[in-house]
């Protein structure tokens, strides 16, 4: 009987699952997932500001980043070969070569990189962001929820050619859906619901769709459905009326007439059943557009499906200023906005073993994302004025947090929000020179006397050669004699950048290595100009 009940179990943490904070990567990813940051290039779905060559952009360009977000995805998984499990979502679409090649032609993929890519960082990869980018735009625009799981990894070159070209036949179009591990009818599934949105441009495919003219359509895109910035079933409905003019079922030119073969390669029974019942259509949507971002190469782990954590720390930081520490930072409340605010207040715990810390948070800000699904509101640390943090005694330090939402307690099951207060920024680092434009400095990192790091070191974050985000690792020095004195229960450890100006414009984050293990200690991201000029 136990043999029985045990997968029940976990079928149901599965899919209501909240990681414990903090965990680096799930707090960035969750952040990434949820807060949709994305989604401000979607506001609204049909927003298009793509303008390399001085072309008319804009609204009325007929063009939207949302199609350019889902195209952009699909080629750079298209190249998945099921056999010996290579290629897939791993986004090599990023390397010129890639964007190169007659199966890739056009310039949404370039638009689609150049606003997502800054969003990718050490925790999220390029390939996470791109396949977050499909998700929203669908969530944003119309479309059903798609589950995410990140962890994917970046290729370092230029997958084999695979994406599907129009002029194929179909039994090659059924073939390449084979090799990317979908079956003929999926392949319906999937390119309908990639044809929900955008169309065919004039300027990649000038022999199927001739100039416009059309002042709301500037760029001349032929669009697959009459509502090509939002997720619906048109494309179906369309279809199976004979009313579409989906440029790639009634071009002039048969040749190129793949959604034509494609849709009706089942006698339509799959396109029938999507004109029928939206529903159906979109919650095939969902989960053929899951396993199309989750196609990775061989090797790599993809985490769990994640749920936004109700109450969630974050941006703490720490910084000790003579025997005091300014401890600031901010807790974000899910599913509430201004109007439902709740009353929050936190409670911590610290080196003296005190229990009874607490401070009422005063309300910093609300924010919604993928057309208010989603919606939250922001705490923030400390009072609203006049200073925006909290001051703690050095010594005592603070070690772990809970939160009273509404006087109901937070702690994540009695775990706590555990806060790392050993190893962070002092203010007595210091820049020399200009402030917008420094000639030297100093980092000086707080150790609290026990923690006894073997080594600490400044994170900088970089991208390597072919795009991928790196950690750089800068050793920082153990006190001298000389060193600023602070708090008794610190000592100061030092960098000091000399003239070179990449570190003394850069933010860095402090690890350390603690009893054989290395890791963040402290992940605020902080510039030698955050502090004051050295005396
Ligand atoms: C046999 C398979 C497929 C073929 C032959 C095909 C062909 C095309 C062509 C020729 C275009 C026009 C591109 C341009 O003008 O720049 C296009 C656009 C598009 N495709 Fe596909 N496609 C296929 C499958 C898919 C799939 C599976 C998806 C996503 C799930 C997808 C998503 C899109 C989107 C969103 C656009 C619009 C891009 C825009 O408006 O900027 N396609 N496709
Ligand atoms: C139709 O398209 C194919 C492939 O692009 C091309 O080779 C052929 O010449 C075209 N036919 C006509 C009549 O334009
Ligand atoms: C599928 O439906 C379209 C639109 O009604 C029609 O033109 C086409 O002949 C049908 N194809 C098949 C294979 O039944
Ligand atoms: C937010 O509300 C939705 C809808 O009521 C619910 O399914 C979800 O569990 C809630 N999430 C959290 C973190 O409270
Ligand atoms: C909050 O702090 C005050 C002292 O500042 C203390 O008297 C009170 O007991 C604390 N409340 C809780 C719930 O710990
Ligand atoms: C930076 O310092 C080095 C010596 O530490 C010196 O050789 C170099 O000229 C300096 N560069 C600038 C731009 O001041």
């Known amino acids: ?52 060559n001085g072309a008319a952009a804009g609204r009325a360009s007929g063009r939207s980043n949302a199609a350019d977000w889902i195209r952009t995805a699909y080629h750079d998984m298209a190249t998945f070969n099921k056999n010996d499990k290579t290629g897939g979502l791993d986004g090599s679409i990023r390397f010129a070569e890639e964007q190169a090649r007659a199966e890739n032609i056009g310039d949404g ?20 962001i791109i396949a977050l980018g499909a998700v929203i735009a669908f969530e944003t625009c ?19 050619a695979g994406v599907p070209k129009p002029d194929q036949e179909l039994d090659s179009h059924i073939a390449s859906f084979e090799k990317q591990g979908f079956t003929k009818e ?40 009459t509502t090509p910035v939002n997720f619906d079933n048109k494309i179906a409905t369309e279809y199976m009326s004979g009313t579409t003019l989906n440029p790639l079922v009634v071009g002039h030119n048969d040749t190129t007439n793949s959604d034509k073969r494609i849709f009706g390669s089942d006698g339509n029974v799959t396109m029938r059943g999507f004109a029928d019942s939206p529903e159906a259509f979109a919650s095939t949507c ?29 941006s703490l930081d720490l910084i000790l200023v003579g025997d005091k520490i300014q401890f600031s930072g901010q807790v974000r409340i899910w599913n509430a906005t201004r109007n439902t605010s709740p009353q929050v207040r936190l409670l911590w715990a610290d080196h003296t073993g005190s229990k009874t810390n607490n401070a009422t ?53 009695g775990l706590g929000f555990p806060v790392l207060d050993d190893i962070f920024f002092s203010s007595t680092s210091c820049y020399t020179g200009d402030h917008e434009n420094p000639s030297g400095g100093r980092f000086d990192i707080a150790v609290r006397n026990g923690a006894n790091p073997t080594r600490v070191y400044l994170e900088k974050e970089i991208r390597d050669a072919t795009g991928r985000t790196t950690i750089q690792e800068i050793d920082v020095s153990p006190p001298t004699t000389s060193s600023p004195s602070g708090s008794p229960a610190f000592s100061i450890w030092s960098y000091n950048p000399g003239n070179d100006t990449s570190d003394l414009s850069a933010v860095f984050t402090i690890g350390a290595e603690v009893n054989g293990v290395k890791a963040t200690r402290s992940s605020i991201q902080r510039a030698v100009t955050q502090f004051t000029a050295c005396a």
Not at 379 to 397: E, H, V, W
């Open 1 to 52: 009987m136990a043999k029985h009940h045990l997968p029940l179990l976990f079928s149901f943490f599965a899919s209501t699952y909240a990681y414990t904070w903090p965990s680096p990567q799930l707090d960035a990813l969750e952040g990434a997932r949820w807060e949709q940051p994305l989604h401000f290039f979607l506001r609204p779905c049909n927003a298009f500001d793509f303008d390399p």
């Open 109 to 128: 993929f370039a638009n689609t990189l150049s606003k997502i890519v800054p969003f990718s960082n050490r925790y999220v990869s390029v390939a996470d």
């Open 142 to 160: 119309g479309g059903p929820e798609i589950t995410f799981r990140g962890g994917r990894v970046d290729a370092t070159e230029p997958n084999t």
């Open 186 to 225: 999926e392949m319906i599934g999937l390119v309908a619901c990639g044809h929900s949105f955008g169309g065919v441009q004039h300027a990649s495919f000038p022999d199927i769709v001739p100039e416009l003219n059309d002042p709301e359509n500037t760029q001349s895109s032929a669009h697959f459905d």
């Open 286 to 314: 969902a989960t053929l557009i899951a396993r199309m971002i989750d196609t990775v190469p061989a090797g790599v782990k993809l985490t769990e499906v994640f749920t936004p954590l109700p109450v969630k720390p974050t």
């Open 361 to 413: 948070l005063p309300f910093n800000n609300a924010g919604d994302s993928s057309n208010e699904r989603n919606s939250w509101v922001v705490f923030k640390f400390g009072t609203n004025s006049p200073f925006q943090f909290i001051t703690l005694d050095a010594a005592a330090g603070i070690t772990n947090m809970r939160f009273a939402v509404n006087d109901k307690i937070e702690d994540q099951g």
